[in-house]
């Protein structure tokens, strides 16, 4: 072409798109690494081993993105059913487990699908990937035995709309488990936190991701989401019983549960 362009053919064109959301996706598990110096793949198998996944549960992981916790539920759920095959114990195998994975954006989606690939899990018909919002999810009534969300509800227009939706879709006895970043109150060590934050965050982003704006913006939306208490009793209105939640390194991430009865 007068730009010197090559035609670019429909292979070509999808191995180009594939790049950009590989490097998307490395970005985001880099920035992901970086940021929590590693420590979010441990609040991460911190938050499946708190939902105790069963062979043919029906669970629903909101804002899954990239499939990091939809694959840590299923491995852990594949390596009970080999246990249970050794003991011969097959009675729990005939269910069929059902995990789908909600996101809003199609890229971060199709960046989960292509790492289910990389992780041998293509061909596993457990997992499902819809595109939806947690505001209004398409999932029928009382259907999963567990939801999931991480690192997804800060940034949801309205927070009550998404737990709403958590309880409607959860069936009696079902559990809500969420993981967020959360707010620091231990004295001294909120300090350096703060400094961490306001100082290094938006650094790293300029850095590594070329962004110093979205970094920014992340620190203030942590600041900005309702504190520990505040999150307990909001996930109380929308019906959850027995809600709690625990502290991670002092409250830089948190875990909410509750109970549908
Ligand atoms: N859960 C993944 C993890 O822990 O690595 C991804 C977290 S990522 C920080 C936040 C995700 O929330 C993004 O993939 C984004 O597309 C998704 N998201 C934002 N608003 C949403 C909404 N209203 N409904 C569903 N997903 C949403």
């Not at 090559?6 to 992901?32: P, Q």
């Not at 590693?38 to 499946?48: A, I, M, N, P």
């Not at 970043?181 to 934050?197: A, C, G, I, N």
């Amino acid at each position: 072409t007068s730009f010197g362009f090559k035609e670019v053919s429909e292979e070509e064109k999808s191995r180009l798109v594939g790049n950009v959301f590989s490097n998307v996706a490395s970005n985001y598990d880099l920035m992901n690494d970086l940021m929590s110096g590693g420590l979010h793949r441990l609040w991460k198998d911190r938050l499946v081993s708190k939902l105790n996944p069963f062979p043919g549960m029906k669970h629903l992981d909101v804002a899954g993105g990239t499939g990091d916790v939809a694959f840590r539920i299923l491995e852990t759920i594949n390596s009970m059913k080999r246990r249970a095959i050794q003991d011969s114990l097959n009675d729990s195998l005939h269910e069929e487990t059902r995990i789908f994975i909600c996101d809003i954006n199609p890229n971060m989606l199709s960046v989960g699908k292509k790492r289910a690939l990389e992780r041998g899990l293509g061909e596993d018909k457990s997992l499902t990937w819809v595109e939806g919002d947690a505001e209004a999810l398409s999932f029928e009534d009382n259907s999963m035995d567990g939801y999931t969300i991480a690192f997804g509800i800060r940034n949801v227009t309205h927070i009550e709309k998404v737990l709403a939706e958590a309880y409607r879709v959860l069936k009696p006895g079902g559990r809500f488990l969420c993981l967020e970043l959360s707010h620091v109150e231990v004295p001294l060590f909120k300090d350096l936190y703060d400094l961490y934050s306001f100082s290094v965050i938006p650094a790293l982003g300029e850095l590594v991701a070329g962004d110093r704006a979205s970094y920014q913006y992340l620190v203030e939306s942590i600041r900005r989401f309702p504190p520990q208490e505040k999150f307990a009793s909001m996930i109380a209105v929308a019906g959850f019983q027995k809600v709690e939640y625990e502290n991670l390194v002092g409250g830089v991430v948190a875990i909410h549960s509750g109970l549908k009865f």
